[in-house]
Every structure is written in structure tokens, then in C-alpha cells.
């Protein structure tokens, strides 16, 4: 694949990254990481995942102009020109969790292994890993913390109808980095058998560069499609970052371009200052959770804290080693938007665009007038941006609506 | 020779094995685990695993995830760790390794965690989630100060890896090795047949690094034990004891049940 990995040793992005888990597990990281090479990477092995993503998944995803959220951010275009959106909101399941899903799901049938697990946050992660699995009739068990399985219910009933069998976490604050604790000891103990099917681009080598890797295509396609409508690269793209999968799939299509400018956007929950958030590049230190170096939420102590994120998919208190190598080296920038600006974006979008996109994505429209602010003064010219739209909103409906609209309007006739 | 290789060897000379256990510093309280570790030392425990409560303790089991958030819950951690260790340490000689997760100890900076510890009185670290290809700067910070640092050695180890671990010894303070003795996380019950292939495994791997080899993880009862250390240097036994704790509705109870828990084990090994 022709994409730039700025990893300079295998597993380690400058100094993030590296294998920070039992030893029981590091014989199974050694093998996924042979796999890897040798059957990830041939021809044969990208060929059958190129036609699953094109006939099952519906990719390529479009590549939409936004003219009247742009307008609506910047009515008289003086730093926002044109506005491009990625349709990952249009894969099969409505995110890009699918890309990943499927193709670890196919590397794991290709090991031999029989059963697969994950951990998801917002649950589309699970749904993608549940939808793969039951394509390819491999037995399939989802961690998720309690309190996710409560606000994302629709997407608990989808991994149930899909015959996979959702197990609530209800140690620590029950969201996402419990359901990854939880996934671990899983993991440990069938490890023989099992595959564990990462979500994020986080995670022990080689996990964050094997996500990396299958959501690369976000960036690739997205690369070809802005060069065909506009004949140049854009000045900016953006995506929104808890782990970071989508953004590293999108950023992977232009890192080697310095003059297009990355930008990932965090969850600020209730504000930075508050304390109640899931901005770790933006607010974090650097710190090991979950098998890598990277930036972390943890006290003075090394205690990791809860997040906190009215999206589940961006509230957790880690984030991928490569996004951390990015910002220190300053390729990328991060910055953060709070509930109420996801919110109010979320509503903004539906209405000048038709589409109603996920929380999580919510995030980066929120901070849509500010980069192009920035950009704009940067190259001295109106910006033509790319965002990342990762997925579709209908899993958050009932947050949405109870925020959203009056009580009168939320249902019924 | 450091208090740790004495105990070893006390044991090896009298043809016994040798005793670890485990409990989790802050539960209930930092306090009553100064009182239980020095219980478990005078019923016979030959060297203390004196576990730093973790967030997010992915390789245990439900037992010591509820110990540590209920230690963490009552402002537990790495410092109230280091203080109950120097107590225990101000009372007894009886070997300590601290054991724990690496952040606690990264963020507080390899150099100044591994001068702390030792000024607790530590003798040595253990470290579930730092293999030993990540260990080298908490490896060096430490045997700058004098303080071990215990490899894990796991049923999917490939013997290569064992011997990079034999190799580190000879540069390092290293003064046991962990067999963990199943794959999965700790407070399981192992099977006789599991138990008793892992200590036939810790003797190869005893053979192989040169130092003496413990058998961990699955063994809640002088009956396993038993089984466990047959071709081992000892055993460690970790969640049964905080088991026994946890189930302590008093000070005192607690104090009891831990006492004839390791009464039994120690007669046992």
C-alpha cells in the first residue's frame, strides 16, 4: 500500500507505541504481527478485502461537497471555500468500523482462529466486528461497559440480532476502557484460539499500525477523489479522535503532503477546565494504558481517570501512540469541542445538509469555523477543507432528541 | 546476597519451598496491611508481594480488581504503597517486591520511583504489564538502586525468550523468576493436571535462567500448593488471601483468616 508510516522501528511511533502487556500475550502479538506481514500484505490477501469492501461494504464511500454548511459556518466564504465530506456515514453498518472489522476478521480466519472479541464504546465497532463475524460464521463476543450498553441500546439489539453474544462491563466507569480491560482478560485466557479484534488505533504493537492500516483506505480514496473534483490537495483535513482510527485513516492519505494540514479534534465533555472530559492530547500526559505509550488522562498517582463525553465512542481516557507522535512532532493539531458545541453542530448538519451524523463526528463540525479560520490565515486564502464524517448519527437519537427538541416533538404521531 | 536469594536459599538448604504471598496495599485499609502483611510474614510467608492498587488491572481477575478499587477509593496507591512497605520494613527483614502495574511508576519517573521504592525498604519489582523487552529503562533505574526486577515467564513463552531472560541476569539483579502457571488472569482455581505441568515447566525454567523459579496464578489452597511446588522453588498465592479479607466483616477477622490460610500453606510447602 503507498502510505507513509512515520514509525521508525516496528511498534513505535518516536517514543510511543511498544508492547506494555503480560507476557502471556506477547507470543500472540509476535504471530498477529507475522500475519501481518505475511498474509495481510500480499496481493491475494488485499485483493479479497478490496472486493469485500467494494461489493459488501459499499466503498468507495463519496466524497460530498457541503455548500450550505459551509455557507451556514462562513456566509461570506472568507475563510472556508469549499467544504468536502467523506461518506464513511455510508459504509455498511454506517461507520468506518467496518474497514477494520472486516479485515481483521479475515486475517484471524486466514490464522486459523475460531473465535473472535472486542470491546466497543459507541458499538459500532461492535456491530462491525458482530456484522463480519457473521459473514463469516465465526462465533463473536463484545465487551461493553454498562453504562455504553445503556445510553447506545440500539446498537446493543443490532450485535444481538447479528448472533453475538454483548457482555456488559461493570467494573470502573463501565465505558469503553473497562470493556478493553475486560476484552484483555478474555484475551489472556483463550488466547490459543482467539483473536482479539481491536477497534482503535491503539492497543499493543502491531495493533495501532494494523488498524492504521485497514482504515487507510478512508485517506487513499479520499486523496484520489479531492484530486478528480478540484485538482489539488486540500489545505486541511479533519476528523474527530477518542482512539483515533478514523482520523489515522484519513491522515495516512496525506501525511507525506506537508502543506495539507491535519487536524484531529478531541471530546472536551463539559470543558477542559471542568475536568469532565476526553481530551487527552489536548489535556493529558504521557502515560501507558492498554499495552502502549501514549498520551493518557491519569493523576499524579499514574491512577488512569475517567473520561468523560456525551459520545461514547470519543470518552475514553487514552488515544493511539501514532496521534501522539504527530502531535509532538507537530504534524498534526488537536483540538477539542464540547458536548454542547457537538450538539448544536449535530443539529446544524442535519439541517443544512440532510445528514445526521454520529456524536463522535459531531465533534470536528463543532470546530469547523475555527480551523478554517486558521487555515485560511495560514495560507492566506478562503480553505478548502476535508472532514471525516465516520459515521451516521441514528445510534444517538434518543440522546439527540432529548437534547435536542422539545418534549412535544421527540415521537409519536 | 539481597534478603530475597537469603530466603531462597534458607528454604532450598532445609528441603522446603519457598512461600510468596500477596496482598493488595489500602484494603481495607493502608493500616491493616501493615498488620496483615507482618501476620502473613510471622505464619511463615518467606517473601511479600506487596501490591500497588492499579485502575485498570486488566491482568487480574475480580478479586483484586475489587481490592484495588477499593483501595483506590480510599486514596490508595503508589505513595500509601511505599508507606506500608517501610513500615513493615521498620518491624521485619522479611523480603518485599512491590508489585504493580507500570504507570503508576512511569509517570512518576523510572529514576525517582526506583529511588523511592528502594528507600522504602523494597527489595525488588515486579511488573505484570512490562515484558522484559520494555523493561530496560525501569530495569536500569532499578539495579541503580540496588532493587531487583522479577521476569514473568508464561506458559506461551517460547524457549528463546527464556533464554534472553537467563541473559538479563547475568547484568541484572534478577533474583527470582515468575512461571505464571495458566494463561488467563489471576483468582482462578488450577487444575491438579495444570499445576503440576507448571512446576515441572518453572524447574526447566530454573534450569535455564539460574535462578530459582516460583509457580503463581490458580493456587488458592495448601492442597494446590503442594502440587505447585513440587518441582519449583515455591509458589505465590494472591487473591485466596484477598479473598480471605474481603470476606473479614472485622480487623480481627481479617487478621484470622489470613493467619490460617497461610498457616496451612506454609505446612503444606
Known amino acids: 500500500m503507498a502510505v507513509v508510516s512515520p514509525a521508525q522501528e516496528p511498534g513505535w511511533y518516536g517514543p510511543f507505541g511498544g508492547r506494555f502487556v503480560s507476557e502471556t500475550l506477547i507470543p500472540a502479538l509476535d504471530e498477529l504481527t507475522a500475519a501481518t506481514r505475511e498474509i495481510a500484505a500480499t496481493e491475494e490477501f488485499e485483493a479479497e478485502l478490496r472486493t469485500l469492501l467494494a461489493d459488501y461494504v459499499g466503498r468507495p464511500t463519496p466524497l460530498s461537497e457541503a455548500s450550505r454548511l459551509a455557507r451556514a459556518i462562513d456566509p461570506d466564504r472568507k475563510t472556508l471555500l469549499r467544504l468536502f465530506l467523506k461518506r464513511e456515514d455510508l459504509c455498511h453498518t454506517g461507520a468506518h468500523k467496518i474497514n477494520n472489522a472486516l479485515g481483521q476478521v479475515l486475517l484471524a480466519r486466514k490464522m486459523g482462529k475460531t473465535r473472535i472479541i472486542a470491546e466497543t464504546g459507541a458499538g459500532q465497532h461492535g456491530v462491525a466486528t458482530a456484522t463480519a463475524c457473521a459473514l463469516f460464521g465465526l462465533p463473536c463476543e463484545i465487551y461493553m461497559g454498562a453504562e455504553d450498553v445503556r445510553r447506545q441500546a440500539p446498537n446493543v439489539g443490532r450485535m444481538r440480532l447479528l448472533g453475538a453474544k454483548v457482555v456488559p462491563v461493570d467494573s470502573g466507569s463501565r465505558t469503553l476502557k473497562d470493556a478493553m480491560n475486560e476484552a484483555l482478560r478474555d484475551w489472556v485466557t483463550n488466547v490459543a484460539t482467539t483473536h482479539y479484534c481491536i477497534g482503535s488505533a491503539a492497543g499493543p504493537h502491531p495493533y495501532p499500525e494494523l488498524v492504521a492500516r485497514f482504515q487507510s483506505v478512508i485517506g487513499e480514496e479520499a486523496r484520489a477523489q479531492i484530486l478528480e473534483r478540484t485538482g489539488r490537495l486540500p489545505d486541511a483535513a479533519v476528523a474527530c479522535v477518542g482512539g483515533g482510527s478514523n482520523a489515522i485513516g484519513l491522515f495516512r492519505g496525506f501525511l507525506s503532503a506537508d502543506d495539507v494540514r491535519l487536524y484531529g479534534v478531541e471530546a472536551a465533555g463539559h470543558g477542559v477546565a471542568s475536568g469532565r472530559h476526553a481530551a487527552t492530547l489536548t489535556a493529558g500526559r504521557v502515560g501507558v494504558l492498554h499495552g502502549s505509550k501514549s498520551y493518557v488522562l491519569c493523576d499524579d498517582g499514574g491512577q488512569i481517570q475517567e473520561a468523560h463525553s456525551i459520545s461514547a465512542g470519543l470518552d475514553y481516557p487514552g488515544v493511539g501512540p501514532e496521534h501522539a507522535w504527530l502531535k509532538t512532532s507537530?504534524?498534526?493539531?488537536?483540538?477539542?469541542?464540547t458536548d454542547d458545541e457537538a450538539l448544536a453542530a449535530a443539529s446544524l448538519v442535519t439541517r443544512t445538509e440532510g445528514i445526521l451524523p454520529a456524536l463522535e463526528t459531531s465533534h470536528p463540525f463543532a470546530k469547523l469555523g475555527a480551523i478554517a479560520d486558521e487555515v485560511a490565515r495560514d495560507v492566506g486564502r478562503p480553505a478548502t477543507i476535508v472532514l471525516c464524517l465516520s459515521g451516521r448519527g441514528d445510534k444517538d437519537l434518543e440522546t439527540l432528541l432529548g437534547r435536542l427538541l422539545p418534549p412535544e416533538e421527540r415521537g409519536g404521531s | 546476597m539481597g534478603r530475597i536469594e537469603d530466603a531462597f536459599a534458607r528454604r532450598a538448604a532445609e528441603r522446603r519451598k519457598t512461600l510468596v504471598t500477596y496482598l493488595c496495599v489500602g484494603d481495607p485499609d493502608g493500616d491493616a496491611s501493615i498488620d496483615l502483611a507482618l501476620a502473613c510474614a510471622e505464619e511463615g510467608a518467606d517473601v511479600l508481594e506487596l501490591g500497588c492498587p492499579f485502575s485498570d488491572p486488566s491482568a487480574d481477575g475480580a478479586a483484586i480488581a475489587r481490592a484495588s478499587q477499593r483501595a483506590l477509593g480510599r486514596g490508595g496507591g503508589l505513595a500509601e504503597t511505599l508507606r506500608v512497605a517501610s513500615a513493615v520494613r521498620a518491624r521485619s527483614d522479611v523480603p518485599i517486591v512491590l508489585f504493580g502495574y507500570y504507570n503508576p511508576l512511569f509517570v512518576r519517573g523510572e529514576e525517582e520511583a526506583a529511588r523511592a521504592v528502594a528507600a522504602a525498604g523494597v527489595d525488588a519489582l515486579l511488573v505484570v504489564d512490562l515484558p522484559v523487552d520494555e523493561s530496560m529503562p525501569l530495569r536500569a533505574?532499578?539495579?541503580?538502586?540496588?532493587?531487583?526486577?522479577?521476569?514473568?515467564?508464561?506458559?506461551?513463552?517460547?524457549?528463546?525468550?527464556?533464554a534472553r531472560i537467563g541473559a538479563l541476569g547475568e547484568r541484572f539483579p534478577v533474583p527470582f523468576v515468575y512461571y505464571v502457571s495458566m494463561t488467563g488472569i489471576t483468582g482462578g482455581a488450577g487444575a491438579s493436571a495444570v499445576l503440576a505441568r507448571a512446576s515441572a515447566e518453572a524447574a526447566r525454567v530454573r534450569s535455564?535462567?539460574?535462578?530459582?523459579?516460583?509457580?503463581?496464578?490458580?493456587?488458592?489452597?495448601?492442597?494446590?500448593?503442594?502440587?505447585?511446588?513440587?518441582?519449583?522453588?515455591?509458589?505465590?498465592?494472591?487473591?485466596?488471601?484477598?479473598?480471605?479479607?474481603?470476606?473479614?466483616?472485622?480487623?480481627?477477622?481479617?487478621?484470622a483468616g489470613v493467619r490460617e490460610l497461610v498457616r496451612e500453606l506454609r505446612g503444606a510447602v
Open chain 1, 330 to 337: 507537530g504534524r498534526a493539531r488537536y483540538v477539542s469541542a
Open chain 2, 141 to 162: 533505574a532499578a539495579a541503580s538502586h540496588g532493587l531487583g526486577l522479577v521476569p514473568l515467564v508464561a506458559p506461551t513463552t517460547l524457549p528463546e525468550r527464556v
Open chain 2, 208 to 255: 535455564a535462567t539460574k535462578r530459582p523459579t516460583v509457580v503463581g496464578f490458580g493456587i488458592d489452597s495448601h492442597a494446590r500448593a503442594r502440587v505447585a511446588a513440587e518441582s519449583a522453588d515455591g509458589v505465590v498465592v494472591g487473591s485466596e488471601i484477598v479473598r480471605r479479607i474481603e470476606r473479614g466483616a472485622t480487623h480481627a477477622e481479617r487478621l
